[in-house]
């Protein structure tokens, strides 16, 4: 079946820390891969996607890379703010096939931005 | 913009209990569901509606049933509650026809079975 392996957190980083959340993939095909990103008490909220190999999505100072050869979907941002401190999801969706339109969701990373 | 509404935010049940919670969109989407999110282990589905009139198993369905009322409203019923159903609930709703499309959620339901 499909799968999403993110790194563990909690992560702690100074503001205007580079960062970096390891996401990698186990799927048949060629999955949509997406980051999703959740505020203190609020529900999810779609950060970036990319629809296939080599695509970039990017928003808000995020950027992640689809990568088909090393199955991965690393969440990056060169300069962090407090106010992305947030839980971070990365998920994927089969694009073909039984439950096309069902995500499958990572288990969650932390982050915690200090000043 | 309302988009995804959750009633209730907070719920406290004893075991045995039953309830409902309800999700309603103003989106016009076509496709709606509910997830559960428990500690260390991400967002799981529990059933989702592709379409107004139908609805289908998630991965973690058991102890659940669900009501697509309407086009706009999606509803997870509790027969009988348990302690292993203490989670935060979330509904979303997305257009619906592509696998590559945006989910919008609700603030979620934290509820407690006691």
């Known amino acids: 079946g499909n799968s999403v392996t993110q790194m563990e957190g909690p992560v702690t980083l100074s503001e205007e820390a580079f960062l970096t959340i390891n996401c990698t993939y186990t799927a048949t095909g060629y999955p949509s891969l997406f980051w999703y990103v959740q505020y203190p008490g609020e529900g999810l909220q779609l950060l970036l996607k990319?629809?296939?190999?080599?695509d970039k999505g990017s928003n808000k100072g995020f950027e992640a890379t689809y990568r088909k050869e090393t199955t991965s979907f690393h969440l990056e941002k060169g300069s962090v703010q407090v106010s992305d401190s947030a839980v971070y999801f990365c998920a994927l969706s089969p694009n073909s096939g039984a439950g096309s339109y069902q995500l499958t969701f990572g288990k969650g990373t932390k982050l915690s931005v200090i000043p | 913009n309302a988009g995804v509404t959750q009633t209730p935010k907070f719920q406290v049940l004893k075991t045995g209990q039953s309830m409902t919670l309800q999700c309603a969109q103003d989106m016009n989407h076509n496709s709606m569901y509910w997830y559960r999110q428990d500690p260390g282990m991400g967002l799981r589905l529990i059933y989702y509606?592709?379409?107004?009139?139908?609805?289908d198993k998630g991965e973690v369905p058991n102890g659940y049933n669900v009501s697509r009322l309407n086009k706009r409203e999606f509803s997870l019923r509790l027969e009988s509650a348990a302690p292993s159903q203490t989670s935060v609930y979330f509904c979303?709703?997305?257009?619906?026809?592509?696998?590559?499309?945006?989910?919008?959620f609700g603030s979620g339901t934290q509820l407690s079975v006691l």
């Open positions: 990319a629809t296939k190999a080599d």
């Open positions: 509606s592709a379409s107004e009139g139908t609805t």
């Open positions: 979303a709703s997305s257009e619906g026809g592509s696998p590559n499309e945006k989910l919008f």
